[in-house]
């Protein structure tokens, strides 16, 4: 029995070591490297929607140039400044060329109510007084990519307001209008992606809505020199011309490329 035991023994062993020197002999297997994650740069085409914050500045000059329907020479009746705080949103799409070129469209919408006013001195104790009420405009904007995530870009295009004029007589309200402008407006600005399908920007736009002539209607108020209520008082030259600074941020639908496997 003792002989049989170690006959097994032996040859469990002798199988153990060969199959050690087998395995020696045996060639490595090769080295297979995980395949990296590559982030593909930020595409630009698309189209997009975000909100926007900041602050607008607007110049008024206006002049009389008819009373009671009467034309009569122009009478200057002065200018003033104003600002205020704005805030609105946009809209648009964007399309990449030639790797570093954008070139796109947007619309975009301003409200808050900018006031500026002015003493009439062609008329002691008439106060002269405008309202910009917000603004709209439409444009097309041209890029550069500085980087593949920070754009620079000019725009210009078509631009909107509505405003009303109102004159007081000390502290009545004497006539008024309720009137809308078009003109035309450019800026620049600067958009950054910081993270897919998101960017924030900067920008400063100019806008001129040229002159019009606006009627301004009597209050009642104040019946000597302004007439009835309802009727048409004076007929003004208006001039209305704004600046804004604003900050936003928008959401791309299709920024950015997808993570893709690269061998």
Request: charged share 10%.
């Amino acid at each position: 029995m003792r002989r049989s035991v170690v006959s097994v023994i032996a040859l469990a062993g002798s199988v153990f070591w060969t199959g050690i020197a087998f395995a020696a002999d045996m060639p490595a297997r090769p080295y297979a490297k995980a395949p990296s994650l590559y982030q593909a740069p930020p595409n630009w085409t698309g189209c997009y929607l975000g909100g926007n914050i900041g602050a607008g500045w607007t110049d008024t000059h206006s002049g009389g140039i008819a009373l009671f329907g009467v034309p009569f020479p122009f009478i200057d009746f002065g200018g003033s400044t104003g600002n205020g705080l704005i805030g609105g949103g946009q809209v648009g799409c964007d399309y990449q060329f030639a790797s570093h070129w954008v070139v796109g469209i947007q619309g975009k919408a301003e409200f808050g109510t900018i006031n500026t006013s002015n003493p009439v001195a062609a008329f002691p104790g008439v106060t002269a007084a405008y309202q910009v009420k917000n603004t709209e405009t439409l444009t097309a904007r041209l890029g550069y990519l500085f980087g593949p995530a920070v754009l620079g870009y000019v725009k210009g295009g078509g631009a909107w307001t509505n405003a009303s004029a109102a004159a007081f007589a000390g502290p009545l309200l004497a006539e008024k209008a309720d009137f809308s402008m078009s003109g035309y407006t450019v800026g620049a600005g600067l958009e950054w992606m910081f993270a897919p399908g998101w960017s924030v920007f900067g920008e400063y736009n100019y806008m001129n809505f040229g002159t019009k002539n606006v009627d301004l209607f009597s209050t009642g108020q104040v019946v000597a020199g302004f007439g009835a209520a309802g009727a048409l008082s004076d007929t003004i030259a208006m001039r209305i011309r704004s600046q804004e600074a604003i900050v936003g941020v928008n959401y791309k639908f299709n920024w950015g490329s997808p993570v893709v496997a690269r061998y």
